[in-house]
């Protein structure tokens, strides 16, 4: 389990199931959107993973609407059928906080890892002048607040989908940010944004990159970078392209602006 969910789920709190999906499903507590995965796949900063037949179980009883509450650490949920239960205490818990200076020669190695996969190419916006004038401001090695202001009004909830494009980019913005040490500004400016804007899902990983934590992916990226093991790069890169249908190109693209800017100061 993330370590951000430590920090807004305690010993008790109430809620609902918000939604379910195929592999995954996200549990409302009390305004904090907590997901549960597959740990057969990259941990979410948001939630908690668990065995792929336990997940199987929950899934099978699993509806929107049905009531949630935390009581000691133990989720449990009211179905028509009963009650079933997540212990979050027995959980592992992983820190995914990114909010650890990286080196600046690693990170130029990283970002020259990053351009190569050509993702501004295949991000799920329309690359006109007003998105590549945002662009340019969130390239600058110290873009101001009403720079960073206009950025996160232009892409905020822009795009379809359950987390839309221009959502992704700002979450891979912040990611790069919070390396070089200088995402205070940035994280402010997300966490006065009218997120409601947006979906329930990319408000909730906005807020956590705002404090500084990032999804399983881009903190492995990260610690590989910081320790020169330039050769797990395009291994930890694919698997993040494998995100969603674009979401994991419009994540990387942001990333690889943030670097950009990081580079130049």
């Not at 995402?183 to 408000?203: G, H, K, N």
Request: proline content about 3%; hydrophobic content about 45%.
């Amino acid at each position: 389990m993330s370590s951000y969910v430590l920090e807004h789920v305690g010993e008790r709190a109430s809620g609902y199931v918000h939604s379910v999906f195929a592999t995954s499903f996200n549990v409302a507590l009390d305004g904090f959107l907590f997901h549960v995965g597959d740990s057969r796949h990259p941990l979410s900063c948001c939630g908690a993973n668990v065995a792929p037949d336990r997940l199987a179980a929950m899934l099978a009883r699993c509806r929107s609407g049905d009531r949630a509450i935390v009581k000691r650490r133990v989720l449990r949920v009211y179905d028509v059928a009963g009650t079933w239960e997540l212990d979050l205490g027995a959980l592992e818990e992983q820190s995914l906080s990114i909010a650890s200076p990286v080196a600046r020669g690693r990170l130029a190695a990283l970002e020259g890892a990053v351009a190569a996969l050509g993702v501004e190419d295949l991000i799920g916006l329309a690359r006109d002048a007003r998105f590549s004038k945002v662009v340019r401001a969130l390239e600058r090695p110290d873009p101001t607040e009403d720079d960073l202001r206009r950025a996160v009004g232009f892409l905020l909830g822009r795009g379809p989908g359950l987390t839309p494009s221009g959502d992704d980019v700002l979450v891979g913005y912040g990611a790069a940010r919070w390396l070089c040490g200088g995402a205070e500004a940035f994280a402010r400016v997300v966490r006065e944004a009218p997120l409601w804007r947006t979906t329930d899902v990319s408000a909730s990983y906005l807020e956590a990159v705002a404090r500084g934590f990032a999804n399983q992916g881009y903190c492995e990226l990260a610690q590989t970078a910081a320790l020169g093991d330039e050769g797990r790069f395009p291994a930890l890169l694919a698997d993040l392209q494998r995100v969603g249908h674009t979401s994991g190109n419009d994540g990387l693209f942001g990333f690889l602006v943030g670097l950009r800017s990081v580079l130049r100061g």
